[in-house]
C-alpha cells in the first residue's frame, strides 16, 4: 500500500483542479497551516506523503471532497498496476457484491468456481479473473479497498476514476460531466414514461456511468448491446453493482430488433468506439431507426458538429437522408462543457421515431439552439421534448418553451445550421382584426385605403428567416459587383453602392459598362439591401441598376408568398447585420397580391407628398435668398377686409 501521491494526486483528492494545488501550496507558505512538504522526488515529481496531505486538507477545510480521508485510503489501494489489473479489481469488487461477503478466505479456485457459476457466458467478469496470476492477492487488495471506501459501489466508483478513466483513456474522452448525466436523465424520463413502463435500451453498450444511474433511477428493465470491448464489459459490470442485470442484444450485421416499447438512449462517440467519425455516428444512428416501431423513441446526444452544424460529402448525405425519412422529430444544439476530455466542444440532441408519414414538403421538425445559455437556463426543453414526440396532438397543446417548428424542407442539404435562431415576434401590444381594422380606418385620415376593405381573420401568423426563405426558393440574393465605375462616361444605367442613399446615384453608360464588367442588373421590383452602417433597403421600381459591393439584390419569386415592400419594410427595420437571419412573415393569396397592390398604393402617394415637401423647401430657400440678397422686396396685398 503506497502512502506517496503526486500534486495531480491530491487535485484528484480534492476535487479541484491541478493549479488550484499549486496555487494552495505558493500562498500557505506564510499562514500558520504551510502546505505539506514533499518527501521524496523522482524524474523531477514531486511526491507528498498521504497523511500529511489528508490532515492538511482537513485543517485548512480545501476542496470539494469531505471524505478525503476514505478516499486516500482507497487511492493508496488503487496506486500503480496496470488496467488489466484494474479491471481484476473491478471483477472482484462485482463478484463481492454478487456473493455478499468478502472475498480473501477464499481460494484461488473457489473464486474461480464462483466466476463460474455467476458469470457462465463471460460477459461480465470471468476472463478477468481467469487471466490474474495472483487471484489471491487481487482479492486482498479488492477487500481491503471496499472497506476504505464503504461499500462496493463507492470502492468501484474510485477504482473507475483513479485507474480505468486516466487522461487519454477511452473512458476519459467520452464521460459525460455530472451536469451532462444530469441533464440527459431529466429528459429521458419524461419521455420514457410516455411509452408506459418500456425497456430502457443502450445500442453503443459502452454508456458507462449514464446507464447504471438511468436504470436505478427510472427502475426500467435494461437491454444492451452485446460487445467485447472493456467499456462494453465494465458497463454491464456497473449494471450488476447498481442490482440490474441487463438483457442483452446480439448486434450481428445490424439486423438486430426490438419488439416491445423501447427508449434508446444513446451517447456518440462511445467509450466502445471512441474514434467514429461523423459519418460512422450518423451510419449507426440510421442502423437504430431501422429498427423502430411507433412505441420506440431514440434520444440520442452527439458532438453538434455531427447533429447540427455544417457539413459536406458523404457525412451531409447521410444525416439528409434520416432528415427525408421523417425519422428526426426535434433537434437541440446544446452548450459546450458537456464531455470535460473536449471543453470547448458543443454538443446535440436529436429526438428520434417511426417514420412521420407527413410529405417532406409539409413536414415540421421542432429545433432550438441553445448553444449560447447554460444547461439550468433550458427549462421546458424536457415538455417541449415529450410534445414533439407526440406529434400535432402535443403541439396543438403546447406553449413551446425552447423549441420552435421550421420546415423539415429549409434542413435537407442545409449548408448552414439544422437549428436557425427562432423568428422574431413584433413588439408591441397585441391586437385583434376588429381592432386593427377600426385603428388603421381611424388613421387614414385621408381616406387612402377607402378603395380597400379589411375582413377579420384573427389567425396565427407565419414567420421564418431570409435563410430559410432561400433554402425554399422564395428569395434569392445576388452579391454587389466589384468593379470601378469611376472613369466610365455618363449614361443611362444607374449605379448605386449605398441603398440608404439612393439620390446620390450616378449613371453610366451602358456600352461602357458591358465592355468592362459582365454580370446581372436589377430587375424591376428587386429589392437593393445592405447592411452597413446599418441594415438598409430600397425597392427598385424600374430595374435595370447595376448595384456595388457589399450592397446586394434581393430578388422574391413571383410565386413566393412574400412581398417585396414589406421585405424591405422589415430590413429597414432590423439591428442585427446578420442579414440571414432578419425575420419574414409568409402572406398567402389572394391577400398577399392585394396586399402588394395597397403598399405601392401609398409608396406612390408618399412619393408625391415628398415631391411635393421637397417643392416646398426650395421654394422657401428661394424666397429667403432672393429676399435676403436684396434683388427682391416681398409685401402682401390685401384682397379683402381683415377680420380682428
Avoid at 122 to 148: Q, S
Wanted: net charge neutral; charged share 25%; with cysteine.
Amino acid at each position: 500500500m503506497t502512502q506517496l501521491m503526486t500534486m495531480r494526486d491530491i487535485a484528484g483528492l480534492a476535487r479541484v483542479q491541478r493549479p488550484v494545488v499549486s496555487v494552495w501550496r505558493r500562498r500557505s507558505r506564510a499562514t500558520a497551516h504551510p502546505f505539506p512538504p514533499a518527501r521524496q522526488k523522482r524524474d523531477g515529481q514531486e511526491f507528498f506523503l498521504r497523511d500529511d496531505v489528508v490532515a492538511w486538507l482537513e485543517d485548512t477545510q480545501r476542496g470539494n471532497n469531505p471524505e478525503a480521508r476514505a478516499d486516500a485510503a482507497a487511492h493508496s489501494l488503487l496506486a500503480g498496476g496496470s488496467t488489466k489489473d484494474a479491471e481484476t479489481i473491478s471483477a472482484l469488487v462485482t463478484l463481492r457484491q454478487l456473493i455478499g461477503e468478502p472475498l480473501a478466505p477464499l481460494q484461488p479456485d473457489d473464486l474461480l468456481d464462483l466466476a463460474d457459476e455467476h458469470d457462465p457466458d463471460d460477459r461480465y467478469f470471468r476472463r478477468e479473473m481467469e487471466r490474474c496470476a495472483d487471484l489471491a492477492r487481487f482479492a486482498r487488495d479488492a477487500d481491503d479497498l471496499v472497506e476504505a471506501s464503504w461499500g462496493e459501489l463507492t470502492a468501484h466508483q474510485h477504482l473507475v476514476e483513479t485507474r480505468l478513466r486516466t487522461p487519454g483513456s477511452a473512458l476519459s474522452r467520452t464521460v459525460l460531466s455530472d451536469a451532462g448525466r444530469r441533464f440527459l436523465l431529466g429528459l429521458i424520463g419524461p419521455l420514457a414514461a410516455e411509452l408506459g413502463h418500456p425497456g430502457l435500451m443502450d445500442p453503443t453498450g459502452a454508456a458507462v456511468d449514464l446507464l447504471a444511474e438511468c436504470a436505478t433511477s427510472l427502475e426500467l428493465p435494461v437491454r444492451v448491446m452485446d460487445g467485447d470491448t472493456g467499456a462494453q464489459r465494465l458497463t454491464r459490470r456497473q449494471l450488476l453493482l447498481a442490482g440490474v442485470r441487463p438483457r442483452l442484444v446480439e448486434r450481428g450485421r445490424g439486423e438486430w430488433s426490438m419488439t416491445d416499447p423501447t427508449a434508446h438512449l444513446v451517447v456518440l462517440p462511445s467509450a466502445a468506439e471512441p474514434q467514429l467519425d461523423e459519418l460512422g455516428q450518423l451510419e449507426f444512428l440510421d442502423e437504430i431507426v431501422l429498427q423502430l416501431t411507433a412505441d420506440q423513441l431514440v434520444l440520442c446526444l452527439a458532438p453538434a458538429a455531427t447533429l447540427t452544424d455544417p457539413l459536406t460529402g458523404t457525412a451531409l448525405a447521410k444525416r439528409d437522408q434520416l432528415l427525408r425519412g421523417g425519422h428526426v422529430r426535434a433537434i437541440v444544439r446544446l452548450p459546450a462543457g458537456l464531455r470535460p476530455a473536449q471543453a470547448r466542444e458543443h454538443s446535440a440532441l436529436w429526438l428520434l421515431g417511426s417514420p412521420d408519414p407527413t410529405p417532406v414538403g409539409e413536414r415540421r421538425t421542432l429545433v432550438a439552439d441553445l448553444g449560447g445559455v447554460q444547461l439550468r437556463q433550458c427549462e421546458g426543453l424536457a415538455d417541449d421534448l415529450l410534445a414533439a414526440w407526440q406529434g400535432s396532438r402535443g403541439a396543438r397543446r403546447r406553449a413551446w418553451a425552447q423549441l420552435h417548428p421550421v420546415f423539415t424542407a429549409l434542413l435537407v442539404s442545409a449548408s448552414d445550421t439544422l437549428v436557425p435562431p427562432r423568428p422574431q415576434r413584433a413588439v408591441g401590444r397585441s391586437r385583434a382584426g376588429a381592432d386593427w381594422a377600426v385603428e388603421l380606418r381611424a388613421a387614414d385620415t385621408a381616406e387612402r385605403l377607402k378603395p380597400y376593405r379589411f375582413d377579420v381573420l384573427d389567425q396565427v401568423a407565419e414567420g421564418l428567416s431570409v435563410a430559410q426563405a432561400i433554402a425554399r426558393g422564395w428569395l434569392r440574393v445576388l452579391s454587389g459587383r466589384k468593379v470601378d465605375v469611376s472613369g466610365l462616361a455618363a449614361g443611362t444605367v444607374p449605379v448605386v453602392s449605398d441603398p440608404a442613399a439612393p439620390g446620390a446615384m450616378r449613371r453610366v453608360d451602358r456600352l461602357a459598362l458591358l465592355a468592362r464588367v459582365g454580370g446581372e442588373l436589377t430587375e424591376p421590383g428587386d429589392i437593393i439591401f445592405s447592411v452597413r452602417p446599418k441594415p438598409s433597403a430600397v425597392i427598385d421600381e424600374e430595374g435595370g441598376t447595376l448595384v456595388l459591393a457589399p450592397a446586394r439584390i434581393l430578388r422574391v419569386r413571383s410565386s413566393a408568398p412574400l412581398v417585396a415592400r414589406a421585405v424591405a419594410a422589415r430590413i429597414n427595420a432590423a439591428t442585427s447585420s446578420t442579414w440571414r437571419t432578419w425575420p419574414l412573415a409568409v402572406v398567402p393569396e389572394p391577400t398577399r397580391d392585394v396586399l402588394g397592390e395597397a403598399l405601392t398604393d401609398l409608396a406612390a402617394q408618399r412619393a408625391r407628398l415628398v415631391a411635393e415637401l421637397a417643392g416646398l423647401d426650395a421654394l422657401t430657400t428661394d424666397l429667403t435668398t432672393a429676399v435676403e440678397s436684396r434683388q427682391l422686396s416681398i409685401s402682401k396685398e390685401n384682397h379683402g377686409p381683415t377680420s380682428h
